[in-house]
Every structure is written in C-alpha cells, then in structure tokens.
C-alpha cells in the first residue's frame, strides 16, 4: 500500500466523527465529516481537477463514489465498506483499492435497500449525467 493511502486510513480511523480523508504527497488536504455522498462532491467542488494523483479514505465507497473518483483519476482509495461494482470499477482504472468490508451493494440508511446513490450510478450512462442525478437528489434532499 503506498504511504499515502495508507496516511489517509490512519487518519479516517483515529476519529470516528470523519467520513473522508483527503491525501496528497504525505500531506492531509482534506478532513469531511458530511454523510453519505456529500463528502465526494465537496472534495470535488474544492479541489477540482487538483484531486488528480490524490487519495482518499472514505467510511463508504459504492458505484457513486467510485465512478467521481475514476473520473478525477484519484489514485488510490481506501473504505471501511465498498461495493463489488465500485471495487471492480476502481481496479478496472488500475487505482489501487483497500478495504475492511466488501458489500454486494451499498444499503440505504434504513437498511431495507440499496442506496439512492447505487440506484442513480446504475441509470447513469456516464460521469456527467450522474453528477447531474446526484446534485438534483441532493437539492431535493436537503
């Protein structure tokens, strides 16, 4: 594992309040503590086409996730949990993967199905229409 992944795990797991640890040349870039998708999309929203060659540790990455940080050619990520899609989705970009726990799908919140954000990446044909369908979801949502 390289030391930057390995960096942003350490970090993700010494406070249970972090959802997302943002890494880059050995140094933290980025602390999130928003649930569910919203900490991709805010990385995204604040570093841009900067995320390139970083890594991220997230507590959860599906399809969603895994397609944002392919298409921002994010170079390795770690989760607590992970979907098989966003795993063979990550490997398939040869980003380098590691994770505590994987998941045929990533449940919703009440546990009684897959998450809006597993339902939407299944329908998107590419990177830019799902982000259109998350940030629609997400103003309705709020």
Same mark, same amino acid.
């Given at each position: 594992?390289?030391?930057?992944?390995?960096?942003?795990?350490?970090?993700?797991?010494?406070?249970?309040?972090?959802?997302?640890?943002?890494?880059?040349?050995?140094?933290?870039?980025?602390?999130?503590?928003?649930?569910?998708?919203?900490?991709?999309?805010?990385?995204?929203?604040?570093? /841009?086409?900067?995320?390139?060659? $970083?890594?991220?540790?997230?507590?959860?990455? /599906?399809?969603?996730?895994?397609?944002? $940080?392919?298409?921002?050619?994010?170079?390795?990520?770690?989760?607590?949990?992970?979907?098989?899609?966003?795993?063979?989705?990550?490997?398939?970009?040869?980003?380098?993967?590691?994770?505590?726990?994987?998941?045929?799908?990533?449940?919703?919140?009440?546990?009684?199905?897959?998450?809006?954000?597993?339902?939407?990446?299944?329908?998107?044909?590419?990177?830019?229409?799902?982000?259109?369908?998350?940030?629609?979801?997400?103003?309705?949502?709020?």
């Amino acid at each position: 594992m390289n030391s930057d992944l390995l960096l942003a795990k350490e970090e993700l797991k010494k406070d249970d309040r972090l959802t997302a640890v943002l890494v880059k040349d050995g140094k933290v870039l980025s602390k999130k503590n928003t649930r569910g998708i919203r900490p991709v999309i805010e990385l995204v929203d604040e570093f /841009g086409s900067k995320l390139q060659g $970083c890594v991220l540790a997230d507590k959860v990455i /599906g399809k969603a996730a895994a397609m944002i $940080c392919a298409a921002h050619e994010i170079e390795g990520v770690f989760a607590k949990v992970i979907s098989l899609e966003a795993k063979k989705i990550l490997e398939g970009q040869s980003i380098e993967v590691d994770y505590e726990r994987i998941v045929p799908y990533i449940l919703n919140r009440n546990k009684d199905g897959r998450c809006p954000m597993e339902k939407l990446s299944e329908s998107a044909g590419d990177y830019n229409e799902l982000i259109k369908k998350i940030m629609a979801f997400l103003k309705t949502s709020r």
